[in-house]
Structures are given as structure tokens and as C-alpha cells.
């Protein structure tokens, strides 16, 4: 069974840096695309990154350029969201996922990250 | 960027009643489309990818159509189950993917 588990989401001040983290099981990590999504009341479903099967193509959501860095470890199966500069925007359940838009994609649990003073 | 509008917002209806929720794009998208379903708590599960192609172990009373800019997601008789909140995506303009805001899908 294909498994996503995320890790990581604490309660943070604005301006400060997280790391989520996101373990995958149950399938071959390192064949798939991965995304990173969350979601919060007043934003909605957002998309915010994903990387590609070995790491050498990434991509953003324009409003976390330059702050947010996704990575992976495939020897890990693992997943990861460096967030720097977080601002009460970033606040929301971020999910991993693989595949996303197709028939095969999944989701993990969401962690919850909350900007707050 | 690509913005995805859902009718409606909310609706309420009864169990074994047909329904339509509506997606549209803000500029064409193909069939790159997706829709989900999202209940308190959980995350989205996929139903249907490419607009029409629904994913595995989806029931067949869910069925989604439409090309271009206007897309439909239908359940063909409503099952308790079926109450949550559904989302339409796109990917057409991959790397960027955008969600609709959802329908949530209520007892009436």
C-alpha cells in the first residue's frame, strides 16, 4: 500500500525557517514526480513546488520563489520543504503527494504549519 | 495564470439524486483537468484525471466530461458517501497547477 507521511509542521514566528519532511513507502519513490500542496481556509487548495524523479528539475509557486526549497533523497525515500521567510500566508496543512493530476496520485496526511506571533 | 471557477459553491440534495457540479477555466485547458474529493479531516482523493478517465476503484456513478474551458463532474445517484467537498485541478499549464475553490455537497 502506498504510504505518505509528513512530518515537520510546528507552530513558528514570522520571519523564521521550517523543514517538512515526507516519507514514502509502499512504491518506487524514485520513478515519480513529487509535489508539495496545502491548503488553509482562507487560500484554499494551493500548489507550492514540486521536483522531479532525480532531483534536477524544480518548480514553484510564485509566491514562495526564493524562500522555499523542495529537495529530495531517493536513497531515503524521502521528501523534503525547506521554508525560509514564512509570513502568516504560509500558514495551512501542507500535503505531500505524488503524481498529482493523474489517475495514480496520492496524498499523505498533511502537517500543519502555523505563522504566528 | 490559469483560474478555475466551481457552481456552484454548495448545494444540498438527497440520496439517490443526480448531480452536476461545473468547473471553468479562464483560458483553455485541453482535458488537463482532474477532480477530486475532499471529506472533514482527510485528504483529497482523486476521482478523474484527463477530464474523463476515472481512477482505480472510483464507483461508475462518478463521471466527469467537457474539453477546452468547461467541465463537468457528474454522480449519477447520489450516495451518503458521496457528501464532502469536491475540488476540480489543472495542469494544463504544468509546472503550474491550480485548484478550484470547491463545492461542498451537503444533505438536504
Known amino acids: 500500500e502506498e504510504q505518505l507521511v509528513e512530518s515537520g509542521g510546528v507552530v513558528v514566528q514570522p520571519g523564521g525557517s521550517l523543514r517538512l519532511s515526507c516519507a514514502a513507502s509502499g512504491f518506487a519513490f524514485d520513478e515519480y514526480t513529487m509535489h508539495w500542496v496545502r491548503q488553509s481556509p482562507g487560500r484554499g487548495l494551493e500548489w507550492v513546488s514540486l521536483?522531479?524523479?532525480?532531483?534536477?528539475?524544480?518548480h514553484y509557486e510564485d509566491s514562495v520563489k526564493g524562500r522555499f526549497t523542495i529537495s529530495r533523497d531517493n536513497t531515503k525515500n524521502s521528501l523534503y520543504l525547506q521554508m525560509s521567510s514564512l509570513t502568516t500566508e504560509d500558514t495551512g496543512l501542507y500535503y505531500c503527494?505524488?503524481?498529482?493530476?493523474?489517475?495514480?496520485?496520492?496524498w499523505g496526511q498533511g502537517t500543519l504549519v502555523t505563522v504566528s506571533s | 495564470a490559469i483560474q478555475l471557477t466551481q457552481t456552484p459553491s454548495s448545494l444540498s440534495a438527497s440520496v439517490g439524486d443526480r448531480v452536476t457540479i461545473t468547473c471553468r477555466a479562464s483560458?483553455?485547458?485541453?482535458?488537463?483537468l482532474a477532480w477530486y474529493q475532499q471529506k472533514p479531516g482527510k485528504a483529497p482523493k482523486v476521482l478523474i484525471s484527463d477530464a474523463s478517465n476515472l481512477a482505480s476503484g472510483v464507483p461508475s456513478r462518478f463521471s466527469g466530461t467537457g474539453s477546452g474551458t468547461d467541465f463537468t463532474l457528474t454522480i449519477s445517484s447520489l450516495q451518503p458517501e458521496d457528501f464532502a467537498t469536491y475540488f476540480c485541478q489543472q495542469f494544463h499549464s504544468y509546472p503550474l497547477f491550480t485548484f478550484g475553490p470547491g463545492t461542498k455537497v451537503e444533505i438536504k
Open positions: 503527494v505524488k503524481d498529482l493530476g493523474t489517475t495514480g496520485d496520492s
Open positions: 521536483i522531479n524523479w532525480d532531483g534536477s528539475t524544480t
Open positions: 483560458q483553455g485547458i485541453a482535458s488537463a
